[in-house]
Every structure is written in C-alpha cells, then in structure tokens.
C-alpha cells in the first residue's frame, strides 16, 4: 500500500503502529515520523510517536513530543495519560499528577487514571489523595487487583490496619497468585503484632517468587521476632547469596551476629555496609 500511496500519513501511521505490535520500535518510530512530517496536525500520529519513544526510553523527547499534541489539541486524553506515564519513569510524580488531575477532568470515568493519579499522590507522601484517588478508581472498576494492592499499601501508610487487610484480601480474591499484596498483608499483620499470620504471608508470596529479596528479608524480621533467630538468620543469608549489597539484610544480619555474640562476624557485616555506603 505504501509504495502506491507514499505519502499518505494514514498508511504510515498504522504501519507504524504495527510495528509497535510487533516491539519493532526502531521501525515504528521511523513511520510515525514520517506520518508526522506528511501530516504535522495529526495527533493520531505525534501520539503513537510519544508512546514509540516512551517504550524506547527516550523520556525527554517523548515528553516534547506530547506537548506539541496538547498544543494542537489541548483536551486530548492519550496525550495527558501518555505524558503521566512518561513524568512518573523521570519521578516527577507532581508533574504526572498535574496531566492525571487534566485528564480526569475531560474524562472523569477513567479507572486507571485514577490509580495513576493515586500512586503519584502515594510517592508524593499525599496519603490521604491517594486513598481517594484510589477509591474512585474502585468505584468505577471493583474488578482491579492492583488497585486495591495500592489501597491497601495505602491504608498501612496511614495505619488504618483493619482496612488495610480489607483491602488486599480483596486484592487477593481477585488475583490469587499476586506475590505484592501477600507480601503487603504479610506487613500488616507484622504492624498488628500477628507474627503467624505475617510470616505466612510472607512465605506465600516467596511460594510466588522465592527470588524476591524484600519479602524474604521481611520474613527474617519476623522470625526474629519469634524469637527463631537461626532461622531468621538464615533469610537473611539467603537474601545476600541473592544480593550482596542488601542493605537491611546485612543490617539484620550484623545485628543477628551480635546477639548470638559472633562478634567477627558481626564486626565484618558492619564494615561491609561502611564500604558499600562509599560506593
């Protein structure tokens, strides 16, 4: 089709988009160029293109390119909700929101807006949005894992633990095989002082990913709290065959070896952490 209608955008526009499909990226951003330059009001195209470059990792232009449709079209969705997602990979999670929040204003029904908006609130430290932000997002898809996931993370952060587990059953419910919201009841239950009901938690989610060092060193401290030293110990042994550089295994750790009065060992947990804070 192209070579008979060279010019025309539409044909690169989707052959770009195909490409896309296909994770050809290279290829997809040379036809959604050349869609742009045939055509520089479509949006269709700047917008494909801002995603291409996004997927690529090309965060700066994708962001241009983004803007340049908001300039032409100031109330397009894709263009907001791809600029969100491009800020919140640079951690610009206040300017995410701020393209979330104009979204959301065209179009108030956008379930996953809301969780995005809601996260940026979160990793601002903006609990009690994110719980809103959140929460309009269920009720306008009750059928989401992640998003209570994130309601219930939320929930921990406010210590409001009773909703907390609410929550991330729920999440649980929806998807049992999900190793963050185990992990994330496991936390809850360590905050409730139920240390059963943490480290079975814990040991769920490493049924679902044994690799996972966090949910690993979490279940060290709960073991240690129960007063299974060895055993906690040795969680955190393994998390540091897994990652030499774990900082609060090897924190756990030294401190383990001083209690059992390892003291070299101890001495040498803590010179390890001195070394990898110059690093």
């Not at 192209?2 to 896309?20: E, I, Q, T, V």
């Not at 009773?162 to 963050?180: G, H, N, V």
């Amino acid at each position: 089709a192209l070579n008979l209608s060279p010019n025309d955008p539409y044909l690169h526009d989707n052959l770009g988009r195909a490409f896309m499909a296909l994770n050809d990226l290279e290829k997809a951003e040379k036809e959604l160029r050349q869609a742009y330059l045939l055509d520089r009001q479509n949006t269709t195209a700047l917008n494909n293109l801002g995603l291409c470059l996004l997927r690529r990792g090309n965060l700066s232009e994708a962001i241009s390119v983004l803007h340049l449709v908001l300039t032409i079209k100031p109330d397009d969705e894709l263009a907001h909700n791809h600029l969100g997602l491009a800020m919140s990979k640079q951690h610009d999670d206040a300017g995410a929101a701020l393209h979330y929040k104009e979204l959301l204003k065209i179009n108030p029904q956008n379930a996953p807006a809301w969780l995005n908006l809601g996260q940026c609130y979160a990793h601002l430290g903006q609990l009690g949005k994110a719980v809103q932000a959140y929460c309009q997002a269920v009720a306008l898809n009750n059928q989401d894992a992640d998003t209570y996931n994130n309601l219930g993370l939320a929930y921990l952060s406010l210590g409001k633990l009773t909703e907390a587990i609410m929550a991330l059953d729920k999440a649980l419910d929806l998807r049992p095989d999900s190793k963050y919201a185990y992990n994330n009841k496991g936390l809850v239950y360590t905050a409730l002082n139920q240390l059963n009901n943490g480290a079975a938690a814990f040991q769920a989610s490493l049924n679902l990913d044994p690799q996972d060092e966090d949910t690993r060193t979490n279940l060290g401290i709960v073991l240690a709290r129960q007063n299974k030293l060895p055993q906690a110990m040795e969680a955190w042994q393994q998390v540091l065959q897994l990652n030499p550089h774990h900082r609060e295994a090897k924190i756990n750790l030294g401190l383990g070896y001083f209690e059992t009065e390892n003291y070299q060992e101890a001495a040498q947990a803590f010179i390890e952490l001195a070394e990898d804070s110059l690093d």
